[in-house]
């Protein structure tokens, strides 16, 4: 047994403490990025882009999904053209409705945290409430309400689901 072995090793103070990072401060590029980004035109706008890039995949999906009445009496090239038809008015119908809730829903929560300078489930409850109603408005006062607590309730469950306000 070597006597190295025996001794107690010494423990220096340096391992002992954790060590800190030191803060980083942001580059103007990433200030004027934040900055540009809680511009609640562009936040909407992007978010209406974006609503609308959804809405015209999920229209080309679900356009693909209708088969003509008449399927046995039309021919493989009739039945292609109706499909792409189809796939062309569903995604351009559903590609205008997202993007109009993704810029009525962004501009709403905006408005409402920068109106309020809190960032909570209010404002989501809120952006839903005006979203549905503006969506269902053409139904009337009643279909405005409707569709109101139905996409608030909704924008509370997705917001529950992603966890964003702690």
């Not at 139904?139 to 529950?160: D, M, N, Y």
Request: aromatic share 6%; glycine share 10%; proline share 4%.
């Amino acid at each position: 047994m070597a006597a190295s072995d025996s001794e107690p090793k010494a423990v220096s103070n340096e391992e002992e403490k954790p060590t800190v990072e030191p803060i980083r401060m942001p580059t103007m590029e990433e200030i004027r990025g934040q900055d540009i980004w809680n511009n609640c035109a562009v936040r909407s706008v992007v978010s209406g882009v974006m609503g609308g890039g959804l809405g015209l995949f999920m229209g080309l999906f679900l356009g693909a999904l209708d088969n003509p009445l008449m399927r046995e009496e039309m021919t493989a090239r009739q039945q292609f053209i109706y499909t792409a038809k189809q796939m062309g008015s569903r995604s351009w119908s559903s590609a205008k409705a997202f993007a109009i809730m993704g810029l009525t829903f962004s501009a709403a929560e905006c408005i409402v945290e920068k109106a309020r300078a809190k960032h909570d489930m209010t404002n989501t409850v809120v952006a839903g409430c005006v979203t549905g109603g503006a969506m269902s408005a053409r139904g009337g006062p009643k279909a405005t309400c409707i569709g109101c607590a139905g996409f608030a309730t909704f924008s509370v469950l997705i917001e529950k689901f992603l966890d964003r306000h702690t």
